[in-house]
């Protein structure tokens, strides 16, 4: 399975940074091998965020799989990054819960 | 002179009314916070603001929505005959849609901000070169996200950023009570300076809209809630009425009141521009007097208009035809208009904006309005004050001759809200009184005032006869008619003052006694 991740930042913010840090890891510990990521600055080009709709920045967007997921936040709570992504099973958000 | 440069300007809104009540329009480049209760007409009074600013002074806008989406939004704003997509495709709005995707799930995983928000918004406002900013309505964007202090943080920063830009921006918000906090989330504690609140309230059964500018930092405003309506020629039209100025003009200019015996009674007819009140029980005559009002408009050539709302137009047609004049033929002739209409049709509002429009239309010299107390019993008191004084000055305004008449609930004597609410306002005054005398029913004219000029203080007896109002003497002996008790004494001459000498001597003894105590 290929997951295909879109994330929005806003220039050099101190959440863009941490977003892109935390994702990075996660894509190296979790994805590897088996993702591809994208980096958007709205900032440079508002118009892609009008066409997503994007509203809160951090945003991270899963396209695919379907169907598709919105992270919005720098990523920094890991378990609900992973939960959002469908990345751990449903049984195991019972536990964190 | 810095003090000059900083004063807040202000930005003519074109919503009908509020740039008066708001001495001038909405705080320029400022963010003006607009709440009100469910249904209460934010959505379409943000948004007359964004199509009046492109209509009526090239202003340009943008309309940010957190609620409904944009497709959603410009269906139900069609009725008011406002095309948006005509305004998008023309380069003269443009929509920044923020409202939830429906079915997607948001998952929160830490700290965000509102930059992608605000840097669309900028996006639009340069793509336009907009000058005006709706955001309706940030209580949805509460909804979407976990964190309500940081929601505030931000919409604070997209303020501030509006601020920059230059804008004059609206911005909607939700509140529970009518008369309780501004609104949901306590947003105006730190988004806006300025505060307008939009009400629907339930009064007596009936729904009652209005407006108040809470408050507008550093600059000024009428105070108080004043009533608008929402409609689809309009829109949002407010209702300035206790604002109202007396700067009408006067004229020595007399005409006549259609019948030559009363003309006599107001000495030489009614003033070109005042408004007289016809008051009268059931059957007295006051629509023949309006009739006649108008016949003599009609024998001039000039221009007249009846609001009935009490008969239909066949009814009055057939009536003053049986006194001799023709409505039919006058309407055709485009010089009379007679508008009919149920007073349960519309709340008062309504009613005004109406009649305003159609005073707009048919420009007449004479306006006769039959009869004011219907409307009376579609409204609660207050606003049915508010209604008479906005009909009355709006005719003044126009400086045309205006009757209006006025049932009085008591077949004898009597006095009606209409009478005590508009009597200060109306020039003249006419009573029409039933009388009973010895068995029979006889009725009674009088003038009660008459601004500007003398009038014939007696009270006189009239008959109805297919020619019209035909009035005779003055009642003699008689006292108490228009208190409904009228009494009768046969006395002479010789016995009353007879009667008067006693009284006063019996006066004298009683003074005398109280004077020795």
Same mark, same amino acid.
Not at chain 1, 29 to 43: A, P, S, T, W
Not at chain 2, 33 to 48: N, P, R, Y
Not at chain 2, 190 to 209: C, G, S, T, Y
Not at chain 2, 420 to 444: F, P
């Given at each position: 399975m290929?997951y295909?991740?879109?994330?929005?930042?806003?220039?050099?913010?101190?959440?863009?940074?941490t977003?892109?840090?935390?994702?990075?890891s996660?894509c190296?510990n979790?994805?590897?091998?088996?993702?591809?990521?994208?980096?958007?600055?709205?900032?440079?080009?508002?118009?892609?965020?009008e066409?997503?709709?994007?509203v809160?920045?951090p945003?991270l967007?899963?396209?695919?799989p379907?169907?598709?997921?919105?992270?919005?936040?720098?990523?920094?709570?890991?378990?609900?990054?992973?939960?959002g992504?469908?990345?751990?099973p449903?049984k195991?958000?019972?536990n964190?819960? | 002179?810095?003090s000059?440069?900083?004063?807040v300007?202000?930005?003519?809104?074109?919503?009908?009314?509020?740039?008066?009540i708001?001495?001038?329009?909405?705080?320029? %480049?400022?963010?003006?916070?607009?709440t009100?209760s469910?249904?209460s007409?934010?959505t379409v009074f943000a948004?007359?603001?964004?199509?009046?600013? &492109?209509?009526?002074?090239?202003?340009h806008?943008?309309?940010v929505?957190f609620?409904?989406?944009?497709a959603?939004?410009?269906?139900? !704003?069609?009725?008011?005959?406002w095309?948006?997509?005509?305004?998008?495709?023309a380069?003269?709005?443009a929509?920044?849609?923020?409202?939830p995707v429906p079915g997607?799930v948001?998952?929160?995983?830490g700290?965000?901000?509102? !930059?992608?928000?605000?840097a669309?918004?900028?996006?639009? !406002?340069?793509?336009?070169?907009?000058?005006?900013?709706?955001?309706d309505s940030?209580?949805?964007?509460f909804?979407?996200?976990?964190?309500?202090?940081?929601v505030?943080?931000?919409?604070?920063?997209?303020?501030?950023?509006?601020?920059?830009?230059?804008?004059?921006?609206?911005l909607?918000?939700?509140? @529970?009570?009518?008369y309780?906090?501004v609104?949901?989330?306590?947003v105006?504690?730190? =988004?806006?300076d300025n505060?307008v609140?939009l009400?629907?309230q339930l009064e007596?059964?009936?729904r009652?809209?209005?407006?108040?500018?809470? *408050?507008?930092r550093?600059?000024?405003?009428?105070?108080g809630?004043?009533?608008?309506?929402? /409609?689809?020629a309009?829109?949002v039209?407010?209702?300035?009425?206790?604002?109202?100025n007396?700067?009408?003009?006067s004229?020595?200019?007399?005409?006549s009141?259609?019948?030559?015996?009363?003309?006599?009674?107001?000495?030489?007819g009614i003033f070109?521009?005042?408004?007289?009140?016809?008051?009268?029980?059931t059957?007295t005559?006051?629509?023949l007097?309006?009739?006649?009002? =108008?016949?003599?408009?009609?024998?001039?050539?000039?221009?007249?208009?009846?609001?009935?709302f009490?008969? %239909?137009r066949?009814? +009055?047609?057939?009536?003053?035809l %049986?006194?001799?004049i023709?409505?039919?033929?006058?309407?055709?002739r485009? =010089?009379l208009?007679?508008?009919c209409c149920?007073?349960?049709?519309?709340?008062?509002?309504?009613? +005004? &904006?109406?009649m305003?429009?159609?005073?707009a $239309?048919? /420009?007449? $010299?004479? &306006?006769?309005? /039959?009869s004011? %107390?219907?409307?009376?019993?579609?409204?609660?008191?207050r606003?049915?004050r508010?209604?008479?004084?906005?009909?009355?000055?709006?005719? *003044?305004? *126009?400086? #045309?001759?205006?009757?209006f008449?006025?049932t009085t609930?008591?077949?004898?004597?009597?006095?009606?809200i209409?009478? #005590?609410?508009?009597s200060?306002?109306?020039?003249?005054?006419?009573?029409?009184r039933? !009388?009973?005398? $010895?068995?029979e029913?006889r009725?009674?004219?009088?003038?009660l005032k008459?601004?500007?000029?003398c009038?014939d203080?007696?009270?006189?007896?009239?008959?109805?006869?297919?020619n019209?109002?035909?009035?005779?003497?003055?009642?003699?002996? &008689?006292n108490?008619i228009l208190?409904?008790t009228?009494?009768?004494?046969?006395a002479?001459?010789?016995q009353?003052l007879?009667s008067?000498?006693?009284?006063?001597?019996?006066? $004298?003894d009683? @003074?005398?006694?109280?004077d020795?105590?």
């Amino acid at each position: 399975m290929m997951y295909r991740l879109r994330l929005y930042i806003t220039g050099q913010s101190a959440y863009s940074s941490t977003a892109i840090k935390n994702l990075e890891s996660l894509c190296a510990n979790e994805l590897r091998g088996i993702y591809k990521l994208e980096v958007v600055d709205i900032l440079e080009n508002p118009q892609l965020a009008e066409d997503e709709k994007i509203v809160a920045t951090p945003t991270l967007v899963r396209l695919l799989p379907p169907p598709i997921r919105r992270l919005v936040g720098d990523l920094s709570d890991k378990t609900g990054v992973l939960l959002g992504l469908d990345l751990v099973p449903y049984k195991r958000e019972k536990n964190e819960e | 002179m810095s003090s000059e440069r900083k004063a807040v300007q202000k930005l003519v809104s074109g919503i009908p009314g509020f740039d008066f009540i708001s001495e001038g329009g909405l705080p320029r %480049s400022r963010t003006t916070l607009l709440t009100g209760s469910a249904g209460s007409g934010k959505t379409v009074f943000a948004l007359q603001f964004l199509v009046a600013g &492109i209509r009526q002074y090239r202003q340009h806008g943008v309309l940010v929505t957190f609620e409904e989406e944009p497709a959603e939004l410009i269906a139900n !704003v069609a009725s008011l005959g406002w095309d948006l997509e005509e305004m998008i495709s023309a380069n003269a709005l443009a929509i920044v849609d923020a409202s939830p995707v429906p079915g997607e799930v948001v998952v929160e995983t830490g700290n965000f901000d509102l !930059v992608a928000l605000l840097a669309r918004i900028e996006h639009a !406002v340069r793509q336009v070169s907009a000058q005006r900013v709706i955001l309706d309505s940030i209580g949805a964007i509460f909804a979407q996200f976990h964190s309500p202090h940081a929601v505030r943080r931000e919409l604070q920063r997209i303020a501030v950023g509006l601020r920059q830009m230059g804008v004059t921006t609206l911005l909607t918000a939700e509140r @529970t009570d009518e008369y309780g906090a501004v609104s949901r989330f306590g947003v105006e504690e730190f =988004i806006a300076d300025n505060v307008v609140i939009l009400r629907n309230q339930l009064e007596h059964e009936k729904r009652r809209r209005t407006v108040e500018i809470l *408050k507008y930092r550093g600059t000024t405003h009428q105070k108080g809630e004043y009533p608008f309506t929402i /409609d689809s020629a309009d829109g949002v039209t407010i209702v300035p009425l206790s604002a109202i100025n007396l700067t009408q003009k006067s004229s020595e200019m007399r005409i006549s009141s259609g019948n030559e015996q009363v003309d006599e009674m107001c000495s030489n007819g009614i003033f070109r521009d005042s408004i007289i009140l016809v008051s009268g029980a059931t059957g007295t005559g006051k629509t023949l007097m309006v009739t006649e009002f =108008i016949k003599a408009a009609i024998a001039d050539g000039k221009r007249a208009l009846l609001f009935a709302f009490e008969e %239909s137009r066949e009814q +009055l047609h057939r009536n003053a035809l %049986s006194w001799g004049i023709d409505f039919a033929d006058a309407e055709e002739r485009g =010089i009379l208009k007679v508008v009919c209409c149920y007073p349960e049709s519309m709340s008062l509002e309504d009613h +005004l &904006i109406h009649m305003k429009r159609y005073i707009a $239309q048919h /420009d007449p $010299q004479r &306006i006769a309005v /039959d009869s004011l %107390s219907a409307l009376e019993r579609v409204s609660s008191t207050r606003s049915f004050r508010e209604f008479v004084l906005g009909v009355t000055s709006h005719i *003044k305004a *126009k400086e #045309t001759a205006g009757m209006f008449t006025n049932t009085t609930p008591a077949l004898m004597g009597g006095e009606s809200i209409t009478e #005590t609410h508009i009597s200060t306002i109306t020039d003249s005054i006419i009573l029409l009184r039933y !009388v009973e005398l $010895q068995g029979e029913m006889r009725r009674g004219i009088a003038v009660l005032k008459m601004r500007g000029s003398c009038h014939d203080k007696d009270i006189r007896e009239y008959v109805i006869t297919s020619n019209g109002m035909e009035i005779k003497e003055k009642f003699h002996g &008689i006292n108490g008619i228009l208190a409904g008790t009228p009494v009768f004494s046969l006395a002479s001459e010789r016995q009353q003052l007879d009667s008067m000498f006693k009284y006063d001597t019996r006066r $004298q003894d009683r @003074t005398r006694a109280t004077d020795t105590p």
